[in-house]
């Protein structure tokens, strides 16, 4: 299915966040607190969206490693990569989130953006993070949510669950991907069990950020 929408994966992204996507992965570089000498995993990347956001940050990171199972959203990555002149400090790799290809405490820092939810067994997935973390390395993941302010989450549902499922089809011309985004991102834990959940793998002082009204989280913390 991301293999299918790759080519339009970031036009739709702009399109259907009216281009919040940029605000909130900027938002998720800055809490890193990055100096310019970490390496970064960015996990589930995608067309690299993140990882460029990290290489391009104010200082930016050392060295990026982009890790994703679709292999189309990679080669869309790449070239995003090239034409920026960056291939020198990013390596993008097909790979599984719960078999992360890394040592252990190899990176400094890690990224997803709009992808633990795509992970089936997010439990796995938390452990491999925690792994390839260093002591005291940051986290920060951007992930979707169901906002429960009134008035805001009854709008949010209608769009989510209407308007954006007939966008995405037209655009993508994928009948399937955009009406997987509301199913997935309803059945992904509540801001509050997914705290709790990183805590249970090793994450310390875990907090879960607020961003746009609630329809997006950040949810931020450092290996204990």
Same mark, same amino acid.
């Given at each position: 299915m991301f293999d299918a929408i790759a080519g339009r994966y970031d036009l739709l992204n702009r399109l259907l966040s009216a281009g919040f996507d940029r605000r909130w992965r900027s938002r998720a570089?800055?809490?890193?607190?990055?100096?310019g000498?970490?390496?970064?995993?960015? !996990?589930?990347?995608?067309?690299?969206? !993140?990882?460029?956001?990290? !290489?391009?940050a104010q200082p930016p990171a050392r060295q990026v490693v982009g890790?994703?199972?679709?292999?189309?959203?990679?080669?869309?990555?790449?070239?995003?990569?090239?034409?920026?002149?960056?291939i020198d400090r990013v390596a993008l790799v097909r790979g599984d989130a719960t078999s992360v290809p890394l040592q252990n405490g190899a990176?400094?820092?890690?990224?997803?953006?709009?992808?633990?939810?795509?992970?089936?067994?997010?439990?796995?997935a938390c452990d491999e993070m925690c792994r390839v973390l260093s002591p005291g390395g940051r986290?920060?993941?951007?992930?979707?949510?169901?906002?429960t302010m009134p008035g805001v989450r009854t709008l949010y549902l209608w769009y989510f669950n209407r308007v954006l499922p007939l966008i995405g089809r037209l655009i993508s011309r994928h009948q399937a991907a955009y009406g997987y985004l509301p199913a997935s991102v309803g059945a992904f834990p509540s801001p509050e069990e997914f705290v709790t959940i990183l805590g249970r793998h090793g994450f310390v002082d875990v907090s879960a950020i607020r961003l746009t009204c609630g329809i997006v989280y950040l949810y931020v913390g450092r290996r204990g």
């Open positions: 570089i800055r809490a890193l607190a990055l100096t000498r970490e390496r970064v995993l960015d !996990l589930c990347s995608g067309t690299a969206e !993140l990882a460029i956001a990290a !290489l391009e890790v994703d199972f679709a292999h189309a959203m990679l080669r869309i990555g790449q070239q995003k990569i090239s034409a920026r002149r960056l990176v400094d820092a890690v990224t997803i953006g709009f992808g633990i939810r795509n992970v089936e067994n997010t439990d796995a986290l920060a993941i951007l992930e979707f949510a169901i906002p």
